[in-house]
């Protein structure tokens, strides 16, 4: 099944190139808001979800392109996020050790919305295709083997990024990854039983309609059910929390001003955003390795000057 909110953060199942609304269907379902609504419904999806597939079978609903889709979970408790995990298409020979960061709540913006790139004194912003996991209920220090029943679904997650900020001579997560809108993800939560393979999605990435990422998660360092384990080792995740498996590395590159970017994972459905940026700035459009040498080289004619 695929669950979505549109228009005024209606939840509603895609059923082909259409959109049904079940909100009378979970209208019991307590919702304050529309992240409690749909939190509440992934934590009771068993109990709702023969009603949503006779509600999905019952009705035409309208088309897709007559609604707005928004970010299906709209403000996640926990959006933690695998740092690297990917071994670079045979590069790395193994792993490297695990660590990950913390994406604020109020990051997340959905399809069609709008990256704002801050006024901060960064040497580039750029994009990471990443697979996103949906928590399906309470999970703390969940094994490996038995984490498959603790993801309820997947989502196209786009880590946003400020890269090269060097607060107090040392890098920052802080300053890297949680500004406003740095977190599109959606347009559609694809339930876990709609996956055949988790560890065999191609995930792609294309700014203004050229390729930039076209990798597999078989590259991940560690599987979905391992990155489970990791952070629910260290931290409490609940129903309608976000994991981000982390990216691979290849084809990252510079996001600026006016830019158009889309990810697609296998069959999910596009997840497009725009750029825009106050300031205008621009960089060159290098690979991210190319970029750090660029970055360096100003770096170097910096203190020359200075």
């Known amino acids: 099944m695929r669950l979505v909110l549109f228009n005024d953060y209606t939840p509603g199942v895609l059923r082909g190139d259409n959109v049904v609304d079940v909100s009378d269907v979970v209208v019991d379902i307590p919702h304050i808001d529309a992240q409690t609504w749909m939190r509440g419904l992934i934590d009771r999806f068993d109990d709702y979800r023969g009603k949503l597939e006779d509600a999905a079978a019952n009705s035409e609903g309208v088309p897709i392109s007559d609604v707005r889709l928004r970010a299906p979970l709209p403000e996640p408790t926990r959006i933690a996020c695998m740092a690297g995990n990917y071994l670079e298409n045979g590069k790395l020979p193994f792993p490297t050790d695990r660590e990950a960061f913390l994406k604020s709540p109020s ?14 004194p960064v040497p580039h912003f750029h994009h990471e295709a990443e697979l996103g996991l949906v928590i399906g209920k309470n999970s703390t ?23 090269g900020v060097n607060p107090n001579g040392g890098s920052s997560f802080f300053w890297g990854k949680s500004w406003d809108t740095f977190c599109p993800l959606g347009p559609v939560i694809v339930t876990a039983d709609e996956v055949d393979d988790a560890q065999n999605l191609d995930i792609k990435l294309w700014v203004n309609g050229e390729p930039r990422q076209d990798h597999n998660t ?10 489970v384990e990791f952070i629910t080792w260290i931290t409490t995740m609940k129903a309608g929390d976000v994991i981000a498996t982390g990216t691979n590395h290849v084809g990252l ?17 596009l997840l497009t955003v725009n750029v825009t940026d106050p300031w205008k700035r621009t960089w060159p459009r290098l690979p991210l390795n190319k970029m750090s040498a660029f970055e360096s080289s100003i770096r170097s004619k910096s203190q020359s000057v200075e």
């Open 253 to 269: 590159g510079p996001i600026q001003h006016g830019d158009v970017i889309t990810e697609e994972i296998g069959d999910f459905g």
């Open 218 to 227: 078989s590259d991940m360092g560690r599987t979905v059910e391992e990155t």
């Open 141 to 163: 220090d969940v094994p490996a083997e038995k984490a498959a029943g603790h993801i309820f679904g997947y989502l196209n997650f786009m880590d946003v990024s400020a890269r």
């Open 107 to 120: 990051a997340v913006i959905g399809d069609g919305d709008t990256v704002e790139l801050p006024d901060a």
